[in-house]
C-alpha cells in the first residue's frame, strides 16, 4: 500500500502504533503498517529497508511471524 509518509519512524495513534518507511525524496512512497497497542509487546522488530519495503515481526507461541510490507 502506498502510504505517503515522509520519514522513517514509530509513533502511538490513539490505540494503535504506527510504523512507518518513508521518503522525503519520493511524493509516491512510503509503507506501514498499523498495530493495536495490545500486540506491542509481540513485536521483536521492525525492519524499514526503503521507501516501498518493510519487514515486521512478531513473536507468537509457536515461534515467530514475519510480515512483509512492499509497494
Known amino acids: 500500500s502506498e502510504a505517503r509518509c515522509r520519514d522513517t519512524s514509530v509513533y502511538n495513534s490513539g490505540d494503535y502504533l504506527v510504523l512507518q518507511s518513508g521518503s522525503e525524496k519520493e511524493k509516491y512512497a512510503g509503507v506501514l503498517f498499523v498495530v493495536h497497542r495490545s500486540l506491542e509487546q509481540c513485536i521483536t522488530t521492525f525492519t524499514p529497508l ?7 515481526t512478531f513473536r507468537t507461541t509457536g515461534g515467530s511471524v514475519t510480515l512483509v510490507l512492499c509497494y
Open 50 to 56: 526503503s521507501p516501498r519495503l518493510a519487514t515486521l
